[in-house]
């Protein structure tokens, strides 16, 4: 029998409804709303790193926020360890945030300024009641800075953060959320804010992390070549919903939705002999106050047809644990 999956989220829906005003409300004017995140379904097993990629503006952030109940869902439901979040209270969902961390893309906004490396790592664990002795705090802080490559944590422990280069401090931010040993880290854009040399270091702690087996990761970023290289899976947002996913190398390799394909059309190859022509998208994202018919993307679709302005294509499978919601997938033409 298959292991249940750590995280489980299905037809997760999240609007942001728009004050009418006084005038809106005196002309009686239907109430509009932000559709920020419409539909999305995914899961995230232990030892596992699913990438969830996409343009800014897509959803990534809100869906990040909705299933760690930092914005309430509008519909569906978030299942973490067997239990909906969505229907919990502040009250009932305090210890579950024990096991279910978020990691910040700013880490000099996340950690508190006047608070030395020491004190933000262990003051996770004076808010939910664990800090136990003085001996059992150090232990754990001194645990927590080595799991997050601080070492040695003596030479840490007592700065603040405007003494830190960008990478220590986004490693002070992961130390204070594996001090409480979480279950789940959903990192948003984790690495977008620090110099390229530091990058890859703090994405190979959250790999390292993850395959241990016990732990699993969502990670939120617009870089397909991160996520190619780092993730298990991939799932590309467009407009709040979904509209491929697969395992990485098989989305990277073979796109069958042409979002994808442009996404991975800038970027980068190894191989400099290897020409590609980039695939610069027409015009801007829709206003997710008003999401065009049919499929959503087809008023900057290189390929739409006719039918792409009134069918609305639900994910098909592409292939062994493919899928994409086009609906060119099968017919050979994408």
Do not use: W
Not at 49 to 74: F, H, N, P, W, Y
């Amino acid at each position: 029998m298959n292991e249940p999956a750590l995280l489980e989220v299905h037809d997760l829906v999240t609007t942001f409804p728009l004050r009418r005003g006084l005038t809106g409300a005196i002309l009686r004017r239907p109430q509009q709303a932000v559709h920020a995140v419409d539909g999305v379904s995914l899961t995230v097993a232990k030892g596992e790193m699913v990438a969830l990629v996409g343009e800014s503006g897509c959803g990534k952030t809100t869906t990040a926020q909705t299933i760690m109940r930092q914005v309430d869902a509008t519909s569906g439901s978030v299942v973490f360890e067997g239990t909906d979040v969505t229907t919990l209270s502040a009250g009932e969902m305090r210890p579950l945030r024990r096991r279910m961390q978020m990691i910040y893309q700013d880490p000099y906004e996340s950690l508190d300024p006047r608070f030395r490396v020491r004190d933000a790592v262990i003051e996770p664990l004076v808010v939910h009641g664990l800090a136990g002795s003085k001996g059992d705090r150090e232990a754990k802080l001194i645990d927590a800075m080595r799991r997050a490559g601080l070492t040695p944590p003596e030479l840490y422990l007592d700065r603040y953060p405007h003494e830190l280069s960008g990478g220590q401090r986004q490693r002070v931010a992961i130390a204070a959320s594996l001090v409480l040993e979480p279950n789940l880290l959903v990192a948003d854009e984790p690495v977008s804010m620090l110099d390229v040399s530091v990058r890859a270091g703090v994405l190979t702690l959250l790999d390292g992390l993850r395959s241990r087996g016990d732990m699993g990761i969502l990670m939120i970023t617009h870089d397909l070549s991160t996520a190619a290289h780092f993730a298990d899976r991939i799932i590309v947002m467009y407009l709040g919903r979904i509209v491929e996913e697969g395992p990485a190398r098989e989305v990277v390799r073979n796109p069958q939705h042409p979002y994808t394909r442009a996404l991975l059309s800038v970027v980068p190859r190894r191989d400099p002999r290897e020409q590609v022509t980039p695939q610069i998208l027409v015009g801007e994202t829709p206003n997710p106050m008003n999401i065009p018919p049919g499929c959503r993307f087809h008023p900057r679709c290189p390929v739409a047809e006719d039918r792409c302005k009134t069918i609305d294509p639900a994910l098909v499978d592409a292939g062994a644990d493919h899928r994409a919601a086009c609906v060119l997938v099968g017919e050979g033409k994408p």
